[in-house]
């Protein structure tokens, strides 16, 4: 006699189940999953809380400089680039903007301010690019207390109509 | 004395470890696949040397708001941007959508929308009262991770933070991709 197929019942398994359905669902489910798989770039973060207590503020810079690090960075749209500076000084290197970071906050620690924020004041226009390369100099240079000018600007977004106000 | 031929042997295929490789198959597929939020855009992140981990069980809880360019006709999308397609920064202000879970949002409407995350937040995970969880001048422990893509104008990251500060939250994340290995 020839041997039954996988839906025969054996003496040893009284109960026949046709696993052949399974198996087909296990596939679809696996192309699904392989379809909608993708590799992708490792996503991390960068942690700049907004300061609690200063709410919003057109904050004029501080007169006294050693205070802050106040990096300030402007588009030309003339010339097509973004502009870094410190005080007057223009920085369009990293190695130099991070070596200043570095040596006003070594400067603020001798004369006992303490840990002192970097203060990071984009205008509208310049590319989000630019700014977390500012961001992640601060951070390879080991200040942790990073901020941005939070002042109120004027740009404004249409609405949408998708949100219901509760 | 005859040798019977071997009566033919039926060749019986054991698909049970094709069964077993089919089901880890499907398990490593099902574990690594990403429904949330944050996969519902597209975005071109900015790289970063000293950019933190993001763990799994920080993002719980957590909002992420996503900054992205409308889909441009190259990827059969609705918009001409030939400085987009470029990888350069798009100066088109209509070009550019601030989406939380797929639904975007202008300035009135983000405001809004952050008071409502702020104070349902402050309300079920802290615990306050009503009148605490609706007063804008508490803050909320509400984390908010802002994934704008690179080419986006600051302007509409400010317009984010400027929202989220107006409604108490303050512990704001950027997203940010790990540097090209060379």
Not at chain 1, 44 to 49: Q, S, V, Y
Not at chain 1, 97 to 115: C, F, H, T, V
Request: glycine share 6%; hydrophobic share 35%.
């Amino acid at each position: 006699m020839a041997g039954g197929g996988g839906g025969e019942a054996s003496a040893d398994n009284p109960l026949p189940l046709n696993v052949v359905p399974l198996i087909d669902v296990i596939f679809c489910l696996l192309l699904f999953f392989m379809c909608s798989f993708h590799f992708k770039t490792l996503e991390g973060k960068m942690e700049a809380w907004l300061p609690q207590d200063k709410g919003m503020s057109n904050a004029k810079p501080q007169t006294d400089i050693l205070g802050e690090i106040r990096i300030v960075l402007e588009w030309d749209k003339a010339n097509n680039r973004v502009v870094r500076r410190f005080g007057r000084t223009e920085y369009p290197n990293d190695e130099d903007l991070g070596e200043l970071m570095r040596k006003q906050s070594d400067m603020a620690k001798g004369n006992g301010k303490g840990d002192i924020p970097v203060i990071i004041q984009p205008d509208g226009e310049v590319p989000w690019d630019e700014v977390i390369r500012v961001m992640d100099i601060t951070r390879q240079k080991g200040l942790q207390k990073m901020e941005f000018n939070l002042a109120r600007s004027e740009f404004k977004i249409p609405d949408r109509g998708e949100h219901q106000t509760r | 004395m005859s040798r019977q031929a071997q009566t033919e042997d039926s060749v019986y295929m054991n698909v049970i470890p094709m069964v077993d490789i089919m089901f880890l198959l499907l398990l490593f597929f099902m574990l690594t696949a990403d429904f949330g939020g944050r996969e519902l855009e597209e975005v071109l992140l900015s790289r970063g040397a000293s950019i933190k981990e993001d763990k799994q069980d920080e993002a719980k809880d957590r909002v992420n708001i996503n900054v992205f360019h409308t889909t441009t006709v190259k990827d059969q999308g609705t918009v001409e941007c030939p400085d987009y397609d470029a990888k350069k920064p798009c100066r088109n202000d209509s070009h550019w959508n601030i989406a939380i879970r797929g639904k975007r949002y202008g300035s009135q409407e983000l405001e809004s929308k952050a008071k409502d995350l702020a104070r349902d937040f402050k309300k079920f995970k802290q615990n306050m009262s009503d009148a605490q969880a609706a007063d804008t001048k508490i803050p909320t422990e509400l984390r908010v991770m802002i994934r704008a893509d690179m080419r986006v104008p600051f302007k509409f990251v400010q317009v984010c933070q400027e929202k989220l500060a107006t409604a108490g939250i303050y512990k704001l994340e950027y997203g940010a991709a790990e540097p090209d290995k060379k």
